[in-house]
């Protein structure tokens, strides 16, 4: 007797995913606690083969979606959770782009707080989505979302204080300018982040 085909595992390729934008996270505090400012182009062509990565894992999912007869949840749910999340990967890589773009020479101290804070964000990502295969069934699932919902919450915080910072202090209005920027580019990340953690919610209640 002939086994039946095992179907494409939607939930796994959106893990691997996250462990993408995770893996940029962890990068991106390497760079910073690090920084040199002749490394940047390397630094940033290692974050983008990280992002190619994830474009081709959603592409693959992309794909196999077209094709399935029956997905184990709404397709427009798994198309927009891939999308989301390869949306989080762009964001971080942002921050390196950004750096590169203006040419930064040293880094501000509070950045190491934001990237502390972005490691964390992808990493509530990572659980979030390894226990979304769970969803119909999972206690866990709920607390998790809360959990990226706070974290979002104290990114809010600390962008607003870095911007306030830099309107006290005796710098040139191109560093206001500059500066100003890449927070916003932080601040992308943990609004990324929050992105996936509502679409997680969304497709849950409409799939249980």
Known sequence: MFNKKKGYDYFSTLVKMSQLALEE???????????????????RQKMH????D???????LSTE??????????????????HVTDDLTDSVESVV????MANLKAM?????????????????????????KN?????????????????????DRLYIQAVRKLSTEDIST????????????FENCFDAAETVADNIESATMKNS
């Not at 996270?25 to 940047?40: F, G, T």
């Not at 782009?97 to 590169?100: E, G, L, M, P």
């Open 65 to 82: 979606l077209v094709k399935d007869f029956l997905p184990p949840i709404d397709r427009e749910d798994l198309f927009l959770l891939a």
């Open 25 to 43: 996270a962890r990068l991106l505090k390497q760079i910073v606690e690090n920084y040199d400012p002749d490394k940047l182009d390397e630094n």
């Open 135 to 155: 969803f119909k069934k999972s206690t866990l699932l709920k607390g998790l979302v809360v959990k990226l919902n706070d974290l979002e919450e104290h990114g």
């Open 49 to 52: 083969a990280i992002e190619h």
């Open 54 to 60: 994830c474009d081709t894992l959603k592409h693959e």
């Open 108 to 132: 501000r101290p509070d950045t190491v707080e934001l990237c502390d804070l972005v490691v964390k964000c992808c990493e509530s990502v990572v659980e979030m989505l390894e226990e979304f």
């Open 174 to 185: 191109r560093d206001v300018i500059e500066w100003r920027d890449v927070y916003r580019n």
């Open 97 to 100: 782009v950004f750096f590169y």
